[in-house]
Structures are given as C-alpha cells and as structure tokens.
C-alpha cells in the first residue's frame, strides 16, 4: 500500500495487555506492508500505561505517544490524536482489541475504492442484554431526533481519508461527539458490518456517568427537538388548563359540583412544578453548551509526547 497509515488508540488503564494491542497491529503491518504510524494517546490512566508506551516505543519505532494531563474522557483522546495524525489514510480503534486490526485492510480497500469514509456498524455486541438494549435505543433515540443523518450502531471505530479528519478538526467543539461529526461533514461514506469481539482484558472505561455524559452530547450537539419540545409542552400545558378550567366553571354553574379542593390543587401544583423543572433543565443543557464555547478553554491539556 503506498499510502501512508495512520492509526489512533485512546489508552486507559491498559497496560496489562498493550503488548497484545502492539502484536496484533505488528503483525497486520507486517502482512499489509503498511507505512505506519500508531498515535498512542494516554487519557489520564491510572496505572503505568503510559510507562508501557515508552517501552513499546523502543521495539516499535513508528509509535508515537500522547500523555494527557488528566482523564479528559475517550472522545477528546480520540480528537488529540486526529490532531496529530500525518497519514493518508487514518483509522480509529480501541485497545481492547474489540475491533481488531485484521479488519482493518478491508476497510482500507474502500478507501482505495473511492469511499472517503468507511465506519464500523456493529452486528453483534458482547454485552449483556440490558447494555445492548440501552445502545440500540440510544441510537434510534438518537437518529429520530437529530438533524443529522447519524448511521444507525456505527461507533468510532473507522477509516478515513486526510481531508475528512481535517475538516472534522474545523469543528472546535469543547463536547465532541466525533461520530456525529463524522456524519456531519459529509463525503462518500459506507457503512461496514463486523463483529464486534469481546474484550480482550480489564473493564471498559465507560462507567454509566461516562456513558450519559455522551448520550447527551450526541443529543443536544446534533438536535434541536429537546429544545423545541419545550415549547409543544406548553401548548399541552394550555390545552390542558383551558379544558380543565372550563370543566370546573360549567360543573358549577350548570350543576352546581362543587370545585374539589387540596388534593386537586396539590396534585396540579406538583405535576407542572415538575414539568417546568424539566423545561427548565432542558434550557441549562443548552446554556452549559454555550458556556463550555465561549470560555474558550483548549479542549485538552498534553503532559508529555513521544516522538512527536
């Protein structure tokens, strides 16, 4: 392959098993000839991985490694090492090896068919029922609501040509949801069904907090129906008060029924107390958005690079 390759790899707590990682992507080097670069980017991990990418670097020449200050979570990795990135071609792949570099000369071949784009959508995951079930009706929450065509199970794990990551880079989004973004900026892109592997060590770094966090940025970066559901839950609201309003005045003028008292009223108060809350947290996801841009803080902070 004459084009030059690069591959990103967010790590966390990963450095039981990194040598694993490096095998398995020597070894598809190897067999693909390819000219590579491996963009190892530390996210805050509480063990040596770090550490392990230094030793790797010695036997691996062509990694470069990425130290972040802190934990700053999988999406801001994955966009410092698209920030970093030299190659024609680019792919994005866990460290787990749930999505395995073999797959990736497959992917590479769409590229070199004209594709500018190929993602991964996920067949089969490894999960247990509950987590599955949360990720597919994330994803069809998702694309029932948002402006953007999104592909349906498709994750971060894809190749792309220099010129879609360059201009993914235009978006200085403080909350990236990259595969949005993928989405966004356009281009011949395919959809590649695979089959998502177990991982290969350890616990995933997605606790349920982490998972929430990029729920609600896929929605709210990429929809404005939460939004605009505000204001058709007022129209309800109207609606509601003017027919209920209208039933008590008739009952007691025309039959004389006599108006229920504390326990209309308290139920009332609550549910639209409620319903305001809501509408309420709704406008402050919004404007925590606009504040996190407009601060205009660097989405990450670097500690430390190898051959960088």
């Given at each position: 392959m004459s084009q030059k390759i690069s591959i990103i790899v967010p790590i966390y707590n990963s450095s039981d098993f990194?040598?694993?990682?490096?095998?398995?992507?020597?070894?598809?080097?190897?067999?693909?000839?390819?000219?590579?670069?491996?963009?190892?980017?530390?996210?805050g991990s509480r063990d040596k991985s770090y550490n392990k990418i230094v030793e790797l670097s010695k036997t691996y020449p062509y990694i470069k490694g990425i130290k972040l200050s802190r934990n700053f979570?999988?999406?801001?990795?994955v966009k410092t090492?698209?920030?970093?990135?030299?190659?024609?071609?680019?792919?994005?792949?866990?460290?787990?090896?749930?999505?395995p570099p073999d797959l990736l000369p497959g992917f590479f071949s769409y590229l070199d068919n004209g594709y500018d784009v190929a993602y991964g959508v996920r067949k089969k995951r490894k999960e247990h029922f509950l987590k599955r079930f949360s990720y597919n009706s994330f994803y069809r929450i998702l694309k029932s609501l948002s402006d953007t065509d999104i592909p349906l199970d498709?994750?971060?794990?894809?190749?792309?040509?220099?010129?879609?990551?360059?201009n993914m880079l235009k978006l200085q989004e403080k909350n990236p949801f990259l595969r949005g973004i993928r989405a966004w900026v356009g281009f011949k892109q395919v959809g590649v069904e695979y089959e998502r592997h177990a991982r290969l060590a350890g616990e995933s770094g997605y606790t349920l907090k982490k998972l929430m966090k990029i729920a609600m940025d896929g929605?709210?970066?990429?929809?404005?129906?939460?939004i605009r559901l505000i204001t058709i839950l007022g129209f309800l609201?109207?609606?509601?008060?003017?027919?209920?309003?209208?039933?008590?005045?008739?009952?007691?003028?025309?039959?004389?029924?006599?108006?229920?008292?504390?326990?209309?009223?308290?139920?009332?108060?609550?549910?639209?107390?409620?319903?305001?809350?809501?509408?309420?947290?709704?406008?402050?996801e919004y404007?925590?958005?606009?504040?996190?841009?407009?601060?205009?803080r660097p989405y990450t902070v670097i500690e430390q690079t190898i051959n960088l």
């Amino acid at each position: 392959m004459s084009q030059k390759i690069s591959i990103i790899v967010p790590i966390y707590n990963s450095s039981d098993f990194m040598h694993n990682l490096l095998e398995a992507i020597d070894e598809q080097r190897i067999k693909s000839n390819w000219d590579l670069e491996l963009v190892l980017v530390d996210d805050g991990s509480r063990d040596k991985s770090y550490n392990k990418i230094v030793e790797l670097s010695k036997t691996y020449p062509y990694i470069k490694g990425i130290k972040l200050s802190r934990n700053f979570g999988h999406q801001i990795a994955v966009k410092t090492g698209l920030s970093h990135v030299t190659g024609d071609y680019i792919a994005i792949i866990d460290d787990d090896l749930q999505d395995p570099p073999d797959l990736l000369p497959g992917f590479f071949s769409y590229l070199d068919n004209g594709y500018d784009v190929a993602y991964g959508v996920r067949k089969k995951r490894k999960e247990h029922f509950l987590k599955r079930f949360s990720y597919n009706s994330f994803y069809r929450i998702l694309k029932s609501l948002s402006d953007t065509d999104i592909p349906l199970d498709s994750g971060d794990f894809c190749v792309m040509k220099k010129q879609v990551v360059d201009n993914m880079l235009k978006l200085q989004e403080k909350n990236p949801f990259l595969r949005g973004i993928r989405a966004w900026v356009g281009f011949k892109q395919v959809g590649v069904e695979y089959e998502r592997h177990a991982r290969l060590a350890g616990e995933s770094g997605y606790t349920l907090k982490k998972l929430m966090k990029i729920a609600m940025d896929g929605i709210f970066s990429f929809s404005s129906v939460p939004i605009r559901l505000i204001t058709i839950l007022g129209f309800l609201g109207l609606g509601f008060a003017f027919i209920y309003s209208i039933n008590v005045i008739t009952g007691y003028f025309l039959s004389g029924t006599k108006v229920q008292g504390f326990a209309t009223l308290s139920i009332l108060i609550s549910f639209f107390s409620s319903l305001i809350l809501i509408c309420l947290g709704i406008i402050g996801e919004y404007i925590v958005r606009i504040y996190d841009e407009v601060r205009n803080r660097p989405y990450t902070v670097i500690e430390q690079t190898i051959n960088l």
